[in-house]
């Protein structure tokens, strides 16, 4: 038997007789993501279960509970644990104090892991990880959370060589956060694409001639963000708008035999869901600050030494009082939070901020302020500052920033750091200057795809 199964939100199980590797492994059930707020809507099925707990690796991509579980973790503490070579070496420094076994894998490097079995890892530098997986001949490229950025020229390469590729991706309505207004408290609807569109134009961008949705699939189930579940991707929005002349699409929760090439649905059934008061995880919305909170909050956001250009101020509103954290920034530019004072503690104390923003229990509000996420290299957003430079990467004052992006870009070429960072640039800068209707940004915007090709 060589072959993969998806199932769970992450997970692929790459079998060769045994199962020998499973990514991302988060059980759902009792093992809840991001203080409570997250669950699986589907169960993950007895067989595949214990699969998971007989791989001979465990790989895991980056730091996110629906990801690397701190609950789902301990069931694997037998297992021999792959991880990314991140930048900070977070995760690893973190896991090995716990008593993991742990092995960075080497960036961009094809690593045996069975006879038939081999896998090449990539890190980026928002502190996500893709990884490609050869079982029996075939490709699987586990793109997870992540996008291509400065990879893009080197997945597409290695795809060429494979009669057969298969793309796992995460694309949906959202991912997270839906809990946002702007400074009028109007809500910021996300935006409702063509998710199959979205997958085919993935597909046909990174060269692979089959899709599988992945890294999709939660749901919200406290009581004070369950009303978000209504923004979630229902499974039949995957094929909507996809072409099947870019590529085969293949429902989530599949067996591959990488042998015959048989497709089966292992259609596990629904979770139960019972909804969760926030005081089960320790929350009440009545808890107030107290004087040493504010001064942690304060030490936490001012050492970022870039954010405070950035923004004239960040709002907390916790417990009905508002602490208010000053930047250095435009005065009338910022943004408020509103959460419970636990969890809003348990993040900022253990340095995981972006756990609490896809929560949908915690509330945002933008001041002049237009996305947590928009950004690039060189204007990174408030999420990559951080939730991945800072936090993850270590990285808070301009220097280290500096040498944390560097080891980044002597990973990649010159031209393929070049080209990531004017498809970043280049587009939103055509339509600002062209204008987004006109025919001139139409043709300027097709002969600079093609450049990126």
């Given at each position: 038997?060589?072959?993969v199964?998806?199932?769970g939100n992450?997970?692929?199980?790459a079998y060769?007789?045994?199962p020998?590797?499973a ?5 759902g059930?009792?093992?809840?993501a991001?203080?409570g707020?997250?669950?699986?809507p ?6 595949e ?11 895991f ?5 629906d990801h690397?579980?701190?609950?789902s973790?301990?069931?694997l503490?037998?297992l ?5 070579d ?9 896991l090995?104090?716990q008593?993991y076994d ?5 960036d961009g ?6 006879n038939?079995i081999?896998?090449?890892?990539i890190a980026?530098y ?7 997986v050869d079982v029996g001949g075939?490709l699987?490229?586990n ?8 990879h893009?020229r080197?997945?597409?390469?290695i795809?060429?060589e494979?009669?057969?590729s ?7 309505y959202t ?11 109007n809500?910021?609807?996300p ?5 199959g ?6 597909a046909?961008e990174?060269?692979a ?12 189930e406290?009581?004070d ?8 991707t229902?499974?039949s929005?995957y094929?909507?708008?996809?072409d099947?002349?870019?590529?085969e699409?293949?429902?989530p929760?599949a ?12 259609d596990?059934?629904?979770a ?12 009440s919305?009545?808890d107030?600050?107290?004087t040493?909170?504010?001064?942690v909050i ?10 405070r250009?950035?923004?004239?101020f960040?709002?907390f509103d ?17 943004i ?5 004072r636990?969890?809003?503690?348990i993040?900022?104390?253990?340095k995981?901020?972006d ?22 290299v060189?204007?990174p957003?408030?999420?990559a500052?951080?939730?991945k430079w800072?936090?993850n ?5 301009k220097?280290e920033?500096k040498?944390?992006?560097a080891e980044y870009?002597?990973?990649v070429?010159r031209?393929?750091w070049?080209l ?10 055509l339509?600002r200057y062209l ?8 043709l300027?915007?097709?002969a600079?795809?093609?450049a990126?090709?």
């Amino acid at each position: 038997m060589i072959g993969v199964k998806t199932i769970g939100n992450a997970t692929l199980i790459a079998y060769e007789d045994v199962p020998v590797l499973a990514t991302d492994p988060w059980f759902g059930e009792e093992d809840k993501a991001f203080f409570g707020s997250w669950g699986l809507p589907y169960q993950i099925p007895a067989a595949e279960r214990d699969d998971i707990k007989k791989a001979k690796y465990i790989w895991f991509s980056h730091g996110h509970q629906d990801h690397l579980n701190p609950c789902s973790i301990e069931r694997l503490r037998h297992l021999s644990i792959l991880i990314p070579d991140h930048v900070g070496g977070r995760i690893k420094n973190d896991l090995q104090a716990q008593g993991y076994d742990v092995r960075i894998l080497p960036d961009g490097r094809w690593i045996q892991l069975s006879n038939r079995i081999k896998i090449f890892c990539i890190a980026d530098y928002n502190q996500d990880a893709i990884l490609l997986v050869d079982v029996g001949g075939r490709l699987f490229i586990n793109m997870n959370d992540a996008s291509p950025r400065a990879h893009l020229r080197v997945i597409r390469g290695i795809a060429r060589e494979y009669n057969y590729s298969y793309l796992l991706q995460l694309v949906g309505y959202t991912a997270g956060m839906v809990n946002l207004f702007d400074q009028n408290g109007n809500r910021i609807e996300p935006r409702f694409g063509r998710v199959g569109r979205e997958l085919a134009r993935y597909a046909r961008e990174l060269g692979a001639k089959s899709v599988i949705p992945f890294s999709s699939f939660h749901r919200f189930e406290r009581e004070d963000s369950a009303w978000a579940n209504s923004y979630l991707t229902p499974l039949s929005a995957y094929q909507h708008g996809f072409d099947e002349t870019l590529a085969e699409f293949i429902p989530p929760f599949a067996w591959i035999d990488c042998v015959s090439g048989e497709i089966l649905n292992l259609d596990p059934p629904e979770a139960p869901i019972s909804l969760r008061k926030p005081a089960e995880f320790g929350d009440s919305w009545s808890d107030e600050l107290g004087t040493d909170d504010k001064q942690v909050i304060n030490d936490y956001f001012q050492q970022k030494e870039v954010l405070r250009g950035m923004l004239g101020f960040i709002e907390f509103d916790v417990g009905g009082k508002l602490h208010a954290v000053d930047l250095a920034g435009p005065r009338d530019r910022g943004i408020t939070f509103a959460a419970p004072r636990n969890s809003l503690m348990i993040a900022i104390n253990n340095k995981v901020f972006d756990d609490l923003e896809g929560t949908n229990f915690m509330k945002t509000t933008l001041h002049n302020f237009e996305s947590l996420y928009s950004g690039s290299v060189y204007s990174p957003s408030f999420n990559a500052l951080i939730g991945k430079w800072a936090d993850n990467g270590g990285a808070d004052t301009k220097n280290e920033i500096k040498s944390y992006l560097a080891e980044y870009r002597h990973r990649v070429t010159r031209v393929d750091w070049f080209l990531h960072n004017l498809k970043l640039e280049g587009e939103p800068r055509l339509r600002r200057y062209l204008g987004g209707e006109s025919w001139l940004y139409t043709l300027a915007r097709a002969a600079y795809r093609r450049a990126l090709r």
